[in-house]
């Protein structure tokens, strides 16, 4: 079996003392799911340890050259690790078998820019013994988590932040994580803060580096260029060069055994994956059936079992349907918790536990997803307010009447309202003079339900207001970007990923290749929607590919309202002692007279939409604080040596 993930755990003593062996296992036991009995590696002021599972490189880790001149650990793995070992070569630079073996002559050939030569999805950690120099990187995309802290007079990095936790460092919250998570402001979730005060997490597409005692510095090696240009011009030679793209990127993210599958919705992208899936098997001469998976829930408005069905059929699919109609989500969000490390946001991630088990329960640890298309080749409308600003007012209306009075992309009514108000006036209104408005409607920048002690320690009306680092000068490719960031990169991946890891299943997204990325942000937004029309680059790009009956245009399903109207009754139940109790813990954070109130309403059926929301982040960060607390009281006395 090809194996790709596992964990990995590091202590390096700035002190120039020796780590605790005792300590790092400990660390690697927080985590069991991902690998147990742990190899170790410990000279020096370094110990290393690597966690194997059934989806870990087969490469010997801790992998150590030169009787230890660097010592390389790894979680994920390398995609362009042929073409990267066949560039060293021809730069002089010997490299043995493996992932590992690559980096480490990578970083002889490259120093901590070697990152920039790798492609894949990756948390490592190398030191340098000769420069005590320590290097941790993680992909550009962020698939693979690596999160650190400074404590104790070393550095401690790992996979999760339960595994630092273990070795004794505080668990206290986090406060600006939590006042941007309550705030119900996902542009304001930093992916450089844990929710744990002193643990940070790697950002994607950065390194962090230790040299000598003083700080670690942290700089990025890959960022979304704003001003790239592709090379093809005509519609019909974007389309090939992105259809080349997908191939090879479902190519490289194929393990060389089975079995083989991927999660399939009926959606564009997982049919998509899955299309490419079976080509590639057909050019390996490989004709096993492929393992697909898709939770439903028996509603019409959200399921589209007639495409499910018609592209399990063009490829050779053995599907599995996990019906989630009946399930009470809730009795697995402690778990899920734990497996994320943190508070949720979306409720829609909690059925992400039953397609991994599900994955696992069939003998499945590689399969792929269609996560990132919606935000790579769609967007959203906000390209409206382009239009207008440029004058192309003729064409602004032609658009304008793709989507109302009837959402050509829905089937359903659209409101004028809405539409002018979150796409053509939202972007167009500087974001100042928004909230000085609201100020005049009585809305403050904060909301009221926010702690105000908890608002002015972590500046939260501040950070409001500032939004987003503005990258591009069009609202259009903006929105794409911040959507990007703060809810795929931010949010699902890593929740596809810890609960990946729980089941031991690696879950591979071949549309968020680095290259893809790159190119579809640079491609002209007139191929991807317009006049109503959606995706028309990627359905020109799969033509030939997928039926014809996923290629042509159909109405767009929302699943979240079902799911929402599904999960009522259970959220209701699981609400009821959370706001029965007598003391809260979020009591430092959240009003929770205002919060006691909006429950009622909510339960007489009387509360604005958001209001589900709001109770839901509220029940949530209750959880989480209250089984932090629990944690702590079993840890030992004292201060474990490093």
């Known amino acids: 079996m090809e194996m790709t993930m596992g964990a990995l755990n590091a202590i390096l003593r700035l002190d120039g003392g ?13 985590a069991p799911h991902r690998g147990r009995n742990p190899s170790t590696y410990v000279s020096g002021p370094l110990a290393l340890a690597h966690q194997r599972n059934s989806a870990s490189v087969a490469d010997p880790q801790p992998y150590v050259t030169d009787g230890g001149r660097l010592a390389v650990v790894l979680s994920g793995r390398l995609y362009n690790l042929d073409e990267l070992a066949s560039k060293l070569r021809q730069l002089g630079h010997s490299v043995g078998d493996g992932h590992c073996s690559a980096i480490a002559a990578a970083y002889d050939a490259w120093g901590v820019q070697c990152v920039k030569e790798l492609d894949g999805d990756f948390a490592f950690v190398l030191y340098d013994a000769r420069n005590r120099r320590l290097l941790g990187a993680r992909d550009a995309i962020g698939v693979k988590p690596l999160c650190y802290a400074h404590w104790n007079s070393s550095l401690w990095l790992a996979s ?10 505080p668990a206290d919250p986090c406060e600006t994580s939590i006042s941007s998570y309550i705030a119900l402001e996902r542009s304001l979730i930093d992916a450089s803060l844990s929710f744990h005060r002193d643990i940070r997490r790697l950002k994607p597409g950065h390194i962090v580096v230790q040299e000598g005692t003083g700080p670690a510095r942290e700089e990025p090696y890959w960022r979304i260029d704003p001003v790239k240009k592709i090379e093809e011009t005509s519609e019909t030679d974007i389309a090939a060069r992105v259809r080349d793209l997908l191939i090879d990127s479902v190519r490289r993210r194929t393990p060389s055994e089975g079995p083989y599958a991927c999660e399939l919705s009926g959606g ?5 994956v899955a299309a490419l899936l079976r080509r590639e098997l057909e050019r390996r001469k490989i004709d096993t059936p492929i393992e697909t998976f898709s939770f439903e829930l028996r509603d019409q408005a959200a399921d589209e079992p007639e495409l499910i069905k018609a592209v399990a059929k063009s490829i050779n699919a053995r599907h599995h349907h996990i019906y989630v109609d009946t399930e009470n989500a809730f009795n697995r969000l402690p778990q899920i918790q734990r497996a994320g490390g943190q508070p949720q946001v979306d409720m829609g991630l909690l059925y992400l536990w039953r397609c991994k088990e599900e994955t696992a329960r069939h003998g499945v640890h590689v399969t792929m997803s269609g996560l990132g298309g919606d935000e790579l080749f769609f967007g959203r409308y906000h390209y409206l307010a382009d239009l207008l600003r440029s004058g192309r007012f003729i064409e602004f209306t032609r658009d304008l009447m793709g989507l109302f009075p009837i959402d050509r992309s829905t089937g359903k009514p659209s409101s004028l309202q809405r539409l002018t108000m979150a796409y053509i006036a939202s972007p167009l209104i500087p974001r100042n003079m928004r909230f000085a408005l609201r100020k005049l409607q009585g809305r403050p920048v904060v909301p009221p339900w926010v702690n105000s002690s908890l608002a002015r320690r972590t500046n939260l009306a501040e950070r409001i207001l500032q939004g987003p680092e503005r990258v591009y000068s069009d609202y259009y490719r903006q929105d ?28 591979r997204f071949p549309l968020l290749d680095r290259r893809i990325v790159e190119y579809l942000f640079a491609a002209p937004r007139e191929l991807k929607i317009q006049h109503g029309h959606t995706r028309i680059l990627q359905r020109k ?11 042509q245009e159909h109405l767009k399903k929302n699943f979240n309202p079902v799911l929402w109207r599904q999960q009522h009754e259970h959220f209701l139940s699981a609400l009821k002692p959370f706001m029965s109790q007598q003391s809260f813990r979020i009591a430092d954070y959240i009003d929770v007279d205002w919060l006691r109130s909006t429950y009622e309403a909510f339960v007489a059926g009387r509360a604005p939409g958001q209001t589900g929301y709001l109770l839901w982040y509220a029940f949530n960060l209750e959880i989480w604080l209250q089984a932090q607390g629990s944690s702590r009281e079993t840890i030992r006395d004292g201060i474990p040596a490093a």
């Open 480 to 507: 794409c970007l911040e959507v990007f960031n703060s809810i795929l990169v931010n949010i699902a991946l890593p929740m596809h990923e810890a609960l990946g890891a729980i089941f031991d299943v690696d879950t």
């Open 18 to 30: 020796s780590p605790s062996i005792e300590t790092l296992l400990r660390m690697a036991a927080a």
């Open 268 to 272: 564009f992208d997982s049919s998509t």
């Open 541 to 551: 790009a799969m033509e030939g590919i997928l039926p014809s009956v996923v290629t």
């Open 160 to 169: 999760e932040p339960a595994q630092i936790l273990e070795a004794g460092v």
